[in-house]
């Protein structure tokens, strides 16, 4: 798969592996943001004028188009900013109306932060306890010791379907087996996954999926909480103001039904015609021969650095697309930048996961992360580039 000529961004000789941080653009995506402000821009839900009802019917259109792509329903499907913002709704309107204190939540040990303040805070206000699910020694999230822990105290796990660190994939079936078999629901984390595999939440039987647009080489600014139609009905606003009302007095307010109740305000509607394409996108490609191609990249690329005595690496052979590791002797920081001079562009830091470096017993890892546009030129340009930090530190 070489899919590089797509992506104005990303120019000769640059290998770009931040894919996990956020995707490049393709010309296709481009060029819908392009007409959508340059040709066809106008509200949406309100104008009574030919351009804003067609606008409002490509908005709708986004809408079918990204519950097609995740097997939901259109009106299950909320946009909001991204992932961090449907975790946060779903921990403010589920949890205000479903927990009470005493109650407990589940999360894992390799969660990102956006998986886990949110149900902290939440914790807080109600009085709810969090446990929290360790890892394989393969560095997967271990569903022997969720099935050995879990309580009917526990009425919520919320768990990352692909892991931003670790790149270690979730048994999301089973896991929501597990979950239901206490009843509590459950919130899979589909960030890094939605990129990398086909995802079906109606096969997985979850209920609630969280993404963002921009890892999914849509625009920044809009994503999407999936939820199961049933709950999205019980559940109060987020956020008060225009488009989540059915009436308005100063006497009482009523509210619209799902999605739209969650949705006040003038949405990002750019910003949905921007995720339809890309979806188009991927679905053009084809999300197994996404997955083939990027756990390809993986296999080659740890290969290649497990043959380097100095080279820590994290996470599981079968990791979707991310990979990390550690120098020894050397700050990843350092490695970033001796990479970036090479022309290679990875991520370090804690990748927002600071429990689970500490549970991995460092401060911090590089990341390579893969997309459709990359090439095995790309893991040659890192592995030569790692090679070199070793030669300088070594
Ligand atoms: N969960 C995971 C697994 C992620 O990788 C990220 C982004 N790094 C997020 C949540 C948060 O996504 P966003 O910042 O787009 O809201």
């Not at 979950?179 to 890094?192: E, F, N, P, R, Y």
């Not at 994503?223 to 139609?229: I, S, Y």
Request: proline content about 5%.
């Amino acid at each position: 798969m070489d899919r590089v000529a797509d992506f104005p961004a990303i120019p000769s000789g640059w290998a770009y592996l931040d894919t996990a941080a956020t995707s490049q653009k393709p010309q296709v995506v481009v060029d819908a943001i392009t007409r959508g402000y340059g040709e066809t821009y106008a509200t949406v839900h309100r104008g009574v004028y030919q351009r804003s009802a067609d606008m409002t019917l490509a908005y709708e259109a986004a809408r079918h188009r990204v519950a097609g792509f995740i097997g939901g329903k259109a009106d299950e499907i909320v946009f909001v900013r991204g992932a961090t913002e449907g975790i946060n709704l779903v921990a403010h309107c589920w949890a205000a109306a479903n927990l009470k204190s005493g109650d407990r939540i589940m999360l894992s040990m390799l969660e990102h932060h956006s998986n886990i303040v949110p149900w902290q805070m939440a914790a807080e206000r109600i009085g709810a306890a969090i446990d929290v699910i360790p890892l394989t020694t393969d560095q997967r999230i271990d569903l022997d010791a969720m099935a050995a822990m879990i309580t009917p105290a526990h009425k919520l796990v919320a768990l990352a379907h692909v892991s931003n660190v670790l790149g270690s994939v979730l048994d999301a079936k089973r896991a929501t087996e597990i979950a239901h078999s206490v009843g509590a629901k459950i919130l899979i984390d589909g960030c890094q996954s939605v990129p990398r595999m086909s995802v079906d939440v109606a096969g997985i039987g979850c209920d609630f999926y969280v993404f963002s647009g921009h890892k999914l080489y849509g625009p920044t600014g809009i994503g999407v909480l999936w939820g199961r139609a049933e709950l999205l009905d019980t559940m109060p606003p987020y956020q008060g103001g225009g488009s989540m009302i059915d009436r308005v007095s100063f006497e009482k307010t009523t509210y619209a039904p799902p999605p739209g109740r969650f949705e006040a305000g003038t949405p990002h509607i750019v910003g949905a015609l921007g995720l339809h394409a890309a979806i188009d996108y991927v679905e053009s490609i084809g999300l197994d021969a996404i997955h083939a191609h990027e756990t390809a990249l993986v296999r080659d690329t740890r290969a290649a650095l497990s043959q380097l005595n100095s080279v820590r690496l994290f996470g599981p052979e079968d990791s979707a697309g991310i990979v990390s590791f550690a120098i020894e002797g050397v700050h990843p920081h350092d490695v970033a930048t001796i990479l970036d001079e090479e022309r290679v562009a990875i991520r370090a830091g804690h990748h927002c996961a600071q429990p689970l470096m500490a549970a991995l017993g460092v401060e911090a890892t590089a990341r390579a992360s893969f997309g459709v546009y990359n090439v095995p030129q790309d893991v040659a340009a890192l592995v030569r580039g790692i090679e070199r930090v070793t030669r300088i530190f070594g």
